[in-house]
């Protein structure tokens, strides 16, 4: 099942076990082997087996990257050791004097990347409110290469359109790639919806056990993942096999996780938004989250990821409950089978200014659950006695 144009017809949990993958030929081994080697012995000099120094390839790596490939309904997966790493990837496309469209909530990791890495070598970037497309057409200019879009984003749970941007994308030749991590590609496809690249932090749901680290870039052009697997062979941000064998063992897994994510997340949402003691609530299943209509009609369902805020809350009582849960864990990162408790301002973000980040509504007072696949009436008892 190695080529994804023959998965296609086929379901998304057959795709997450089988896709790219097939029984060792040596020993009929049904699973992937970890190859864990850095070369490989080749018949005389310059001809090989399709493996040559394992920065460049792995055969357990090619395996992941194939099925993450399906999972997108893509042609080409690329992984990287973070998913940092792979977002490093696609902004070495463009050269100085270039410049980027970008929302306005945007995980912090991203933010800094842009601000405090490549806007000092002369790449420019706009952070605007993507939510309305007319934010984006007005930002893009005559220099501007890329549009990075994030949806739902981090922490607000913001909606971009994909399809609205990949038709301003298309109308000034510009390329589109959009992180889809907190949606999975068992949620929604960005390349369906006319995207170039499609990014993840392999960290969160698709490796799905919070033990390991990686980034993965998917995408359908030929040439692009030339230029895309060039700059991972020549700059090294290439994940190990272990680490690929172990997301490999999570994908098999993804479709029923995303089920009881997204179960749980609804029960988890539903029960915030009767509270009392609650005030905001950020989840794009509410039929008055803005641009809910856009999620409905791009997502299968609307996840696991919710954020919300207290009434009269300072940043003492927000510590307070942050700290008060048994079940949910204090911690950074989402997207793992146990559910996770996150400030924000001084966790994923405190890298964005303080100013900034008040605008779109990342302040102090507010926290961002990810919720895990753990018993539902545990995860509400938990909510209740924090909160009470």
Same mark, same amino acid.
């Given at each position: 099942?190695a080529?994804?144009?023959?998965?296609?017809?086929?379901?998304?949990?057959?795709?997450?076990?089988?896709?790219g993958?097939?029984?060792?030929? $040596? &020993?009929?081994?049904?699973?992937?082997?970890?190859?864990?080697?850095?070369?490989? #012995?080749?018949?005389?000099?310059?001809?090989?087996?399709?493996?040559?120094?394992?920065?460049?390839?792995?055969?357990?790596?090619?395996?992941?990257?194939?099925?993450?490939?399906? %999972?997108?309904?893509?042609?080409?997966?690329?992984?990287?050791?973070?998913?940092?790493?792979?977002?490093?990837?696609?902004?070495? %496309?463009?050269?100085?004097?270039?410049?980027?469209?970008?929302?306005?909530?945007?995980?912090?990791?991203?933010?800094? *990347?842009?601000?405090?890495?490549?806007e000092?070598?002369?790449?420019?970037?706009?952070?605007?409110?993507? &939510?309305?497309p007319?934010?984006?057409?007005?930002?893009?200019?005559?220099?501007?290469?890329?549009?990075?879009?994030?949806?739902?984003?981090?922490? !607000?749970?913001?909606?971009?359109?994909?399809?609205? *941007?990949?038709?301003?994308?298309?109308?000034?030749?510009?390329?589109?790639a959009?992180?889809? !991590?907190?949606?999975?590609?068992?949620l929604?496809?960005?390349?369906?919806?006319g995207?170039?690249?499609?990014?993840?932090?392999?960290t969160k749901?698709?490796?799905?056990?919070?033990?390991?680290?990686?980034?993965?870039?998917?995408?359908?052009?030929?040439?692009?993942?030339?230029?895309?697997?060039?700059?991972?062979?020549?700059?090294?941000?290439?994940?190990g096999?272990?680490?690929?064998?172990?997301?490999?063992?999570?994908?098999?897994?993804?479709?029923?996780? *995303?089920?009881?994510?997204?179960?749980?997340?609804?029960?988890?949402?539903?029960?915030?938004?009767?509270?009392?003691?609650?005030?905001?609530?950020?989840?794009?299943?509410?039929?008055?989250?803005?641009?809910h209509?856009?999620?409905?009609?791009?997502?299968?369902?609307?996840?696991? *990821?919710?954020?919300? &805020? !207290?009434?009269?809350?300072?940043?003492?009582?927000?510590?307070?409950l942050?700290?008060?849960?048994?079940?949910?864990?204090?911690?950074?990162?989402?997207?793992?089978?146990? $559910?996770?408790?996150?400030?924000?301002?001084?966790m994923?973000?405190?890298s964005?200014?303080k100013?900034?980040?008040?605008?779109?509504?990342?302040?102090?007072q507010?926290?961002?659950?990810? #919720?895990?696949?753990?018993?539902?009436?545990?995860?509400?008892?938990?909510?209740?006695?924090?909160?009470?």
């Amino acid at each position: 099942m190695a080529d994804n144009h023959k998965t296609e017809s086929l379901g998304f949990g057959t795709r997450a076990i089988h896709a790219g993958q097939h029984p060792d030929p $040596s &020993t009929g081994a049904i699973m992937t082997p970890i190859y864990q080697t850095s070369t490989y #012995v080749q018949e005389s000099p310059g001809k090989n087996k399709g493996y040559g120094y394992a920065r460049g390839k792995n055969p357990t790596r090619v395996a992941l990257e194939n099925c993450i490939a399906a %999972l997108e309904g893509g042609k080409h997966g690329v992984c990287f050791s973070s998913g940092m790493g792979s977002m490093d990837a696609v902004i070495k %496309l463009l050269k100085p004097g270039d410049e980027v469209v970008t929302g306005d909530d945007l995980y912090g990791g991203s933010y800094r *990347m842009f601000t405090k890495i490549y806007e000092p070598y002369g790449i420019k970037f706009h952070f605007v409110n993507m &939510t309305n497309p007319e934010n984006v057409k007005n930002a893009v200019n005559k220099n501007t290469k890329l549009i990075w879009a994030e949806t739902p984003t981090n922490p !607000t749970m913001q909606i971009i359109d994909i399809a609205a *941007m990949s038709q301003i994308a298309k109308a000034n030749n510009i390329l589109l790639a959009v992180d889809n !991590t907190f949606a999975s590609p068992y949620l929604q496809n960005p390349l369906k919806l006319g995207a170039d690249i499609v990014m993840h932090s392999v960290t969160k749901y698709l490796g799905g056990h919070s033990d390991v680290v990686m980034g993965a870039l998917v995408m359908n052009d030929d040439q692009l993942h030339e230029k895309i697997y060039f700059i991972l062979n020549s700059c090294g941000a290439n994940p190990g096999p272990m680490d690929s064998w172990l997301v490999l063992r999570g994908l098999k897994t993804l479709h029923l996780r *995303m089920e009881r994510h997204c179960y749980n997340g609804k029960k988890v949402a539903e029960f915030l938004k009767a509270h009392p003691k609650v005030d905001k609530i950020y989840w794009p299943g509410f039929t008055d989250h803005p641009n809910h209509e856009v999620a409905k009609k791009q997502m299968k369902d609307f996840g696991g *990821m919710i954020s919300f &805020t !207290t009434k009269n809350a300072t940043l003492e009582s927000t510590f307070k409950l942050a700290s008060s849960f048994n079940v949910f864990s204090l911690a950074e990162s989402l997207g793992g089978v146990e $559910s996770l408790i996150n400030h924000p301002a001084t966790m994923t973000h405190a890298s964005i200014p303080k100013a900034e980040r008040e605008k779109v509504g990342v302040v102090d007072q507010l926290l961002r659950l990810s #919720v895990g696949v753990e018993d539902i009436e545990d995860l509400i008892e938990d909510l209740r006695q924090a909160l009470g």
